[in-house]
């Protein structure tokens, strides 16, 4: 995925939705915001043996450690 602009932003988590529409992180620690210091950055990380992309998505943390929401879904390639 590519931001353009982040603002007061700690980083990013890869999150899966259950069937209940309740996420799960995937990720075991916090992506940190690298373009919040620079700029604007792309960022990749790779799902190990996942068949799909459809119900993955990439969640912002405000730098309070709130969730801003989600983008996504995440695209298969």
Known sequence: WYVACERDMRGYNVVVFDNQGRPTRLNSALIPCKACVIGSASYTYL???????????????????ASLGYAG???KQ
């Open 47 to 65: 799902l190990p043996k996942h068949k799909s992309g459809r119900n993955i998505y990439i969640e912002s943390i405000a730098a309070n450690g």
């Open 73 to 75: 879904p995440a695209v």
